[in-house]
């Protein structure tokens, strides 16, 4: 409940501000973007759990995580100041998780793990530039998962919503209105993620 309630507050600064003046860096206040990640928190736990698994049933059950999709994002972020921005951003991954036999390497069944995630993040720039621009970020937020049994005789699905977060070390964005930009670090949008964004 904690991160709902931080991520209406972080929205509702954007709304409350979203016709505040500019205060340095740029008139450029807006800016859409969207982006292609590697390596979400999603996908690393599911790799995780495919060294464990054998270790849990005692060598009889072995697991594959394949076809990851994503992290696919795309969101709006908005200037406060000459170092400081709001966003706020959706994005969708995917993956299959394969159970098999250690004997044969039959499939036992699989599972389609489907992610929906909405997070808001704040982002400080400490290199500003009109073409050039380095920054750091936390985002907070909520997903929702959705597990589908595709081998089922009677395939069914369960959901559950649970906290999201993306933590980055580092980005840096390329050019004045429309623009590149490429981030790492850690979370649901991945540990790389990169694309094209337009300021106005």
Do not use: C, W
Request: no cysteine.
């Amino acid at each position: 409940m904690k991160i709902y309630s931080l991520t209406v507050l972080l929205l509702s600064i954007i709304i409350l501000n979203s016709n505040s003046q500019d205060l340095g860096r740029s008139k450029l206040q807006n800016e859409i973007y969207g982006g292609y990640g590697f390596g979400s928190a999603q996908e690393i736990s599911s790799v995780y759990s495919d060294v464990i698994t054998p270790i849990i049933t005692i060598g009889t059950l072995y697991t594959e995580t394949m076809s990851p999709v994503g992290p696919v994002s795309l969101g709006y972020r908005r200037s406060f100041s000459k170092n400081f921005t709001l966003a706020i951003a959706g994005n969708y991954v995917a993956f299959n998780k394969q159970f098999k036999k250690s004997s044969d390497n039959s499939v036992v069944g699989t599972v389609k793990n489907t992610f929906y995630s909405f997070i808001a993040r704040g982002d400080y720039y400490y290199v500003t530039g009109e073409y050039f621009q380095m920054y750091s970020g936390v985002g907070v937020g909520f997903t929702y998962a959705h597990d589908n049994y595709l081998d089922s005789s009677n395939a069914s699905g369960q959901g559950k919503m649970y906290s999201a977060f993306q933590v980055n070390a580092v980005g840096i964005r390329v050019g004045k209105n429309f623009g590149v930009f490429a981030e790492l670090g850690y979370g649901f949008e991945g540990i790389i993620n990169a694309g094209i964004s337009l300021k106005f």
